[in-house]
DNA sequence: TCAAAAGTGTTCAGCTTACACCCATGA
DNA sequence: TCATGGGTGTAAGCTGAACACTTTTGA
């Protein structure tokens, strides 16, 4: 622990939110209207005040984003190189969080020139700062994540069909190519999802509706989901 | 990113640095000489310079505690609670880092009264801060990590039996029921280990000395060593 | 009755686990 | 020759991957 006293440091808490609409997943960026990188996009962040957790702050800044509060979130990593600020020395902590796309305003869903927007993974404009960097980390995490814990219905509506957790799966990993019967078999023995009563329409028979058990084992302590 | 100016914080760099000794998983810990907390034990830490890197600095924190370079290290996460120093707001970065014991001085490693002294990580004293929270997430992050990537190496002398690499893996999972037989096919496996000409002499028939292959793949993304 | 999508069962290969056995050395 | 620890082979059982199949709806 510290004993000397030494000059402070700006601490700032950057989010990655992560989405999923239209079998893509997306992001949430900021058009940044200061200097440096002015009308670049930027991951949401704010400072850290004197009185708060980094928890808080993430959280803070999510709400501040999006008016949503209590989304799924996730320390990530701290980034503090000397240069990743040209302006001043910054330690930033990066968080991830997920938000179910029922829970976003849908019009803020659709165009991708206003602040915030949301972005596809697959196809990003540049960012400022080391924000590529931390994407590229975050997503990194996500994928690895998602194979030994039930993360993905942080993503998903509280009601879904096993196809939209097939698909939520094969977006978020990139690889299209996931058996269906397999991954039936998994989720049934995981013992994860209940059914409901009811049935999403779809283009032939209609799908059964199920819904994440709150009793569920969140993490499968090293056990994957899928090898 | 930031744009308004708040008042600075002091950015703490805190190791956990572990070694095997004696069929013992143990870490470094340094004695406070200032209030708060005197005479507990704590961390080694220090506060982060103005123009080094995080890395830098878990790094010269390693170098000024045990005058060794280039540990293996790798950070873990930020604890930043407000309350957690009495003092001030201290944001604190924690490391963990991974040494062989035939890099340390032998005196330093019998008694555990000098600071720095080494404490075996089944039978610690009290730590100072929150120090034993990030202690708990160091070792449950270990036993994670030595799962699906060869990192116990990193606690090895240059030249290791294969029982030698066992019993780092039962003292750090806490799990002493490993089958021998399978150990050894999943290693040869594996492919991350050669033999050397050598052989370390023992109770009965001398065991054959490995070293770690430098073009091995450290880390099996997905899949794990134990299950 | 056909297309589309939901939903299931079955086989085979490969891996995990448990356990028995042999080998080399010193006392 | 015995105790000690190193080192290996194999059979049983489980898991994952592939694939073929049935069901239910709307057009």
Known sequence: MPETME??????????????????????????????????????????????????????????????????????????DPERDPRRRVVSVAYFALVSKDRLTP???????????????????????????????????????????????ELLPEEFTLRELQDAYMVILNDHKLDKANFRKKIREANIVEPVSRYRETGGRPAKLFRFR????????????FP
Chains 1, 2 share one sequence.
Do not use: M
Not at 56 to 66: H, K
């Open 7 to 80: 000059n402070g440091f700006q601490v700032a808490v950057d989010t990655v939110i992560f989405t999923l609409v239209d079998r893509d997943l997306k992001i949430c960026l900021t058009r940044r209207d200061h200097e440096p990188f002015v009308g670049n996009w930027s991951l949401p962040g704010c400072l850290l005040r004197l009185d708060e957790s980094l928890d808080s702050a993430a959280q803070r800044q999510i709400e501040d984003t999006l008016h949503i509060s209590k989304a799924y979130l996730q320390q990530l990593y701290t980034f503090g």
């Open 107 to 153: 019009t803020s869903l659709k165009d991708t020139s206003g602040s915030p927007s949301w972005h596809s993974v697959y196809a990003l404009p540049p960012l400022a700062f080391d924000h590529a960097e931390i994407l590229n980390y975050a997503l990194t995490r996500l994928r690895y994540k998602i194979e030994y814990s039930a993360v993905a219905f």
């Open 214 to 225: 709150d009793d569920a084992q969140l993490e499968t302590k090293a056990r994957r989901f």
